[in-house]
């Protein structure tokens, strides 16, 4: 299995997530973009997901909560840009911190093995994404980016 990379240059208001896998860009936008797949990927392992909107079209929104035993944890945004198997570019917010939003850019990059999706991300703040850092945004990350990559080589 392919490493996920997570940059995050001190200092700046930047998050930087590059991960290869052995799938087709349009096996992975696939994923990436069906409601019902992103419920079975996203987030970590020890949260349930539910997905209440997810509509991947340039002016769509979505909207999904994470839950524990004690908490939900919800998250909204808007897809500015797509381009199937190439580009998605939306914004993210956590409903926990209201008005906190990021833009983020995510492309996909044929390979000679297969896909890299490359994400860039930009906080509002370096604050802002210190905080998300602190919060176990790597974690959460990882488990997604792994949990993405077993569901393409069962999809497959």
Sequence with gaps: M???????????????VIREFDATPAQLYRILSDRDLVAQWLGPRDLDATVEEYDVRPGGSYRYIHRDENSDYAFRGVFHTVEPEKLIIQTFEWEGAPGEVCLE????????????????????????????????????????????????????
């Design 105 to 156: 850019k995510l492309t996909l990059e044929p390979t000679a093995k297969g896909v890299r999706l490359h994400q860039q991300s930009v906080f509002p703040s370096v604050e802002t994404r210190d905080q998300s850092i602190e919060h176990g945004m790597a974690y959460g990350i990882n488990d997604s980016m792994d949990r993405l990559a077993e569901l393409l080589a069962k999809e497959a």
């Design 2 to 16: 392919n490493a996920t990379t997570i940059n995050t240059p001190a200092g700046t208001p930047f998050v930087e």
